[in-house]
């Protein structure tokens, strides 16, 4: 998939499935679940092993004598949907890519980021590739 993503405003809305939801009440929805799932996790953890948070193994990781600090955990998440954005396009079909970022030094900062690429963008960009796949194929000029 590729970087062609639209980051989506805040009242712009999703359609998932037969849920219609504002950008806005994306963010949130994510936020509260990632909260809740990881003050569950670090609370098993802790009752087995008192004093470590779950995030702390994330960290850094050891490569043979050398420990690389781990800045950001990123997660993607891709599902087709249709956006009603607030430009007045019309709703439009496409693939909605969330990406939620987590600081493992800060659990309690986490990014959330609500992005989208209409269908006919990706048919667009295919075309396009097959046309420069031809013109590099066959270069104009060339010597036979």
Same mark, same amino acid.
Request: proline residues 4%; glycine residues 10%; hydrophobic residues 40%.
């Given at each position: 998939? %590729? $970087? @062609?993503?639209?980051l989506l405003e805040s009242d *712009?809305?999703? #359609? =998932?499935?037969e849920d219609t939801f504002k950008v806005s009440q994306i963010e949130q #929805?994510?936020?509260? @679940?990632?909260?809740e799932k990881l003050q569950r996790h670090i609370y098993e953890y802790n009752s087995f092993h008192p004093g470590a948070s779950? =995030? &702390?193994?994330? %960290?850094?990781?050891?490569?043979?004598?050398t420990n690389? $600090?781990?800045? &950001?955990i990123k997660h993607e998440y891709i599902q087709n949907c249709q956006v009603l954005r607030? %430009?007045?396009r019309g709703?439009?079909?496409?693939?909605?890519?969330i990406e939620i970022i987590i600081l493992p030094t800060n659990n309690s900062d986490k990014q959330v980021y609500v992005k989208f690429i209409p269908d006919e963008h990706m048919e667009c960009e295919a075309f396009l590739d097959e046309i420069f796949q031809i013109v590099? *194929? %066959?270069?104009?000029? &060339?010597?036979?």
């Open positions: 998939m %590729n $970087d @062609n993503f639209i *712009d809305v999703v #359609l =998932l499935g #929805l994510i936020q509260k @679940n990632i909260k779950m =995030l &702390e193994f994330f %960290n850094s990781i050891p490569i043979g004598k690389i $600090d781990l800045a &950001e607030i %430009n007045g709703w439009e079909k496409g693939k909605l890519k590099y *194929d %066959n270069p104009i000029g &060339e010597c036979k």
